[in-house]
């Protein structure tokens, strides 16, 4: 089809984010703006204060928890695959397997198709949507773990580790730090899928958002609040308490009886990283794409131009250069690695 | 090979003892003969297979991918062995049919040639997982350094079998991997291994320390006292031509001291303490032996300048006689005889201190002849050499330890149980010019105080935190703030790798100093007049 649209007219970086300039909106905007679409619930994608707010149902029910009902000034639910006009762009929301509601925004307008992925994922994860791979014209890449290096391992692997410690040590507790949106309802389950049966203790910052994903029909199983009148020391014995990383160096972690500190990211595939952190099971379960998924994901979608953003840009560039697909990072600010 | 690989993954970020065992332990456990035998020879430094040195390594795994993207990745990890495991790509359509086992894995990089053993050590990779390549990555360039001693993993062993450690510790030289006849003894399925090898390690007796008002009860005639030397213990055996030097938990020392290795032309075994120095004119210092420790290989002219000598303590066995059952009196009387017999440049006899009096052996423990001594040993004149630590016979009485008030500086946070604390403590003393002088760090403890005053430095150190690094904090420490430790040592050495030039054997923080302003804490030169 001809193109009336260049890519770089359609969507163009900003201090406040991704802007599509026929469109007049933005993705994942980082500061308050008229019109926002967001990907995805992490803080650093989906912040308060927008004017107008176009998410997935789950990804706006995420924000409320978060922020308060009010976080936008009005908001619009966009159904997965159901193409929207906006100011004459098509707008399309597609499953990007990262956390529960997670989409990649489809942008078209004059023949131009542009994917703007934000996080994502391949592994199979029973708490969202699977990615989809669309075809597209320029696909928008994240690069949190774009370096050959990282290979996510199957993640029912790592959580076997986690129950196989567990019977090693059956007088210590196991305290695995995982992010509160997505990551930590996706080791709950994990457990649950390996056969744990016995209560999820869980730290306070989770509760919310496991209510509401078993709310959505995501099966976590019997989760109690790791709290001291919940049980002494003892009672945490043997026990798997999953909570945000930062508690565990926190006084909170007092209350456990000589714990193994577990952290579930795909960072973790970096013995140092292990090592610093003062982790001593390390889980190497990711919510975004490794290597391997970065570069077949970049060939399903037959894009002739990526857009590398939010990571290590340099060594995915240099890829597509090897593979002859034209490339670019693009620099945007303010993402950080909330999600893993 | 997984099982190993993920056994030395765990090992490597488990820092307490009593983890790794249990880790070690559930491995001989679990897995069955040979892998668990090559992985404990592994573990112990007794698998020999022909290295592979990191230019070769290196030269591999670029020709399978792009060299710039290696260099990104090898930027990134900082480990070469850690970055190939991870980033070696698997040939095009090639689906291992089987993971090979540890013990496959051994013998096919045993029966490499020296020209063919890159090409099959990259056979061994394309069939792994990613953390079975790094497994394999380790042995084949040597040394695993995962924080396990051979002594913990026969204690592992012993904790398997329910045996204690020295009975493992006497059969070991005797034994070859992969060990199936040890392990069949520790599972009750066989007899305890006997072993016709020569100069075998004999278990060493070991003493208790005094406590408060222990020599009271004592009668101080029953007692030989001898200087207690701050070497190394070691234990000489020669038999039938097999010369053989041991360290206390049965390594085999010798290649580190082949010149006292080599006049060990008798036939015996001794027990002493290992020095350098001409015993008949001067004994080194403990910074002299430390230029004779952990050296992969002694030059000539370091065994020249530090020559290796033994001070001997005790005689196991004579001639084919085992003298264990006999009173000290007795084979110190065998032992003074003999060790006439021997190169005087290489061997003496620790001298026996007289004393009337526990007050008089007092005076002397506090201000001994030479700065090696760390105190006085008493043994009891009819005690048999007994393995292990049996409580009564034998006593070490130490000199007390020095003592300096120095200032915190920084705190790490501990595992496990104190993994919510800041339990690791860096602190420095002052230095420079009055009026500007700095904080400069001269140790790191992390006992000594009681779980009360964990907290309380704990708190403090929270809220004097003025940077953090990761797991670590730096305090507040200047002339008016800062919380004076009293930190105990046993002694100092020279050190190149620390900025204040002095490194503290065996610190502890004995006093907690609220008291103390931080300006009054000591000097480096109050250090510095430590060295001998």
Not at chain 1, 73 to 97: C, K, M, R, Y
Not at chain 1, 205 to 223: F, M, N, P, T
Not at chain 2, 22 to 27: G, K, P
Request: charged share 25%; glycine share 8%.
């Amino acid at each position: 089809m001809f193109k009336t649209m260049r890519a770089h007219d359609l969507l163009k970086p900003r201090p406040e984010g991704l802007y599509c300039p026929p469109g007049d909106f933005f993705i994942d905007p980082v500061r308050p703006v008229g019109r926002a679409l967001i990907t995805h619930g992490h803080s650093d994608h989906a912040r308060s204060g927008h004017r107008s707010v176009l998410a997935t149902q789950e990804t706006l029910d995420i924000m409320g928890l978060r922020y308060g009902e009010d976080f936008a000034g009005s908001t619009q639910a966009a159904v997965p695959g159901e193409t929207l006009d906006i100011n004459g762009v098509s707008v399309t929301f597609h499953p990007a397997g990262h956390v529960l509601g997670s989409a990649q925004i489809c942008v078209e307008h004059g023949g131009m198709r542009i994917v703007a992925s934000g996080d994502y994922k391949r592994q199979e994860d029973a708490t969202c949507l699977p990615f989809e791979p669309i075809r597209c014209d320029v696909f928008i890449t994240e690069a949190t773990f774009g370096l050959p290096v990282f290979r996510h391992p199957p993640d029912h692997e790592e959580i076997a580790r986690v129950l196989k410690s567990a019977t090693q040590f059956p007088e210590r507790s196991h305290l695995v730090g995982a992010y509160a949106l997505g990551k930590a309802q996706r080791v709950m389950r994990l457990l649950r899928d390996a056969g744990y049966d016995k209560p999820i203790y869980i730290h306070g910052a989770l509760a919310k958002l496991s209510e509401y994903y078993q709310s959505q029909g995501i099966d976590l199983g019997q989760l109690e609040p790791a709290t001291v009148e919940s049980g002494g020391k003892a009672d945490f014995a043997g026990a798997i308490v999953v909570g945000p990383p930062s508690a565990f160096a926190d006084r909170w972690a007092r209350r456990f009886p000589d714990p193994i500190s577990c952290f579930a990211s795909g960072w973790m595939r970096i013995r140092q990283r292990a090592k610093q952190g003062g982790v001593e099971l390390p889980l190497i379960i990711s919510d975004h794409a490794d290597w391997d998924e970065l570069i077949i994901t970049i060939k399903e979608t037959g894009a002739e131009e990526i857009w590398v953003t939010h990571g290590r840009e340099e060594a995915l560039v240099r890829w597509c250069e090897l593979e002859g697909i034209a490339a670019r990072p693009l620099h945007l600010v303010g993402y950080e690695d909330e999600g893993d | 090979m997984n099982r190993f690989a993920e056994l030395l993954d765990r090992l490597v970020l488990t820092p307490s003892r009593n983890g790794k065992l249990t880790l070690l332990r559930d491995y001989f456990h679990s897995v069955e003969d040979p892998d668990r035998g090559l992985a404990l020879a592994a573990i112990t430094g007794d698998l020999n297979i022909a290295a592979v040195k990191p230019a070769m390594l290196r030269a591999l795994v670029v020709e399978r991918m792009d060299p710039v993207l290696f260099g990104y990745s090898y930027d990134y990890v900082g480990d070469l062995a850690e970055t190939v495991s991870l980033v070696w790509p698997q040939p095009q359509g090639h689906i291992p049919n089987h993971m090979p086992t540890l013990a496959e894995v051994v013998s096919r990089l045993q029966a490499a040639s020296r020209s063919d053993g890159p090409k099959v050590l990259a056979r061994l990779l394309d069939d792994a997982s990613i953390s079975a390549r790094f497994a394999i990555i380790k042995l084949v360039t040597g040394g695993l350094r995962i924080g396990v001693s051979a002594r913990l993993a026969k204690q592992a062993l012993a904790d398997l079998g329910k045996v204690d450690v020295s009975e493992i510790e006497e059969l070991w030289h005797g034994l070859t991997p992969p060990y199936t006849e040890l392990f069949a003894w520790l599972e009750g399925r066989a007899e305890k291994p006997r072993s016709a090898a020569l100069a075998l390690f004999r278990p060493v007796m070991l003493s208790n320390a005094v406590d408060d008002g222990d020599l009271e009860k004592l009668d101080h005639s029953a007692y030989a006292a001898e200087w207690k030397w701050d070497g190394i213990r070691v234990q000489a055996v020669c038999e039938g031509g097999v010369r053989r030097l041991y360290s206390r938990t049965g390594d085999d020392v010798s290649g580190s001291f082949p010149d006292l290795a080599a006049a060990m032309t008798f036939e015996a075994a001794l027990d002493g303490e290992l020095l350098v120095g001409d015993p008949r004119e001067a004994t080194g210092t403990f910074s002299d032996l430390q230029q004779r420790l952990n050296r992969k290989s002694v030059s000539p002219k370091i065994q020249q300048r530090y020559p290796a000598f033994m001070r001997c303590y005790d005689a196991l066995q004579i001639d084919g006689e085992d003298l264990r059952a006999l009173a000290f009196t007795e084979r110190r009387r065998r032992l003074e005889a003999f060790v006439q017999t021997l190169d005087p440049s290489r061997f003496d006899l620790s001298p026996l201190v007289e004393f009337p009096d526990w007050e008089t052996l007092e005076r002397l423990r506090q201000a001994p002849p030479h700065p090696i001594i760390e105190g006085v040993m008493l043994k009891r004149w009819d005690s048999a050499y007994l393995a292990g630590r049996p409580k009564g016979p034998w006593f070490k009485w130490k000199r007390d330890p020095h003592t300096i008030d120095a200032v915190l500086m920084y705190a790490q946070r501990g595992h496990g149980k104190r993994s919510s604390f800041y339990s690791d403590y860096t602190f420095g003393v002052w230095s420079g010019p009055e009026g500007s002088e700095e904080l400069v760090p001269v140790g790191k403890a992390y006992f000594g105080f009681t779980d009360e005053e964990l907290k309380e430095i704990d708190k403090y150190v929270r809220d004097n935190t003025i940077e953090r690094f990761g797991p670590v904090r730096s305090v507040r420490a200047d002339r008016r703030n800062g919380l004076v430790l009293e930190v105990a040592f046993e002694g100092l050495n020279r050190s190149t790798r620390h900025k204040s030039g002095v490194a503290m054997r065996f610190p502890r923080i004995s006093r907690l100093r609220w008291d103390k302003p931080s300006v009054e804490a000591d000097r480096i030169e109050t250090l510095q007049a430590l060295l001998d």
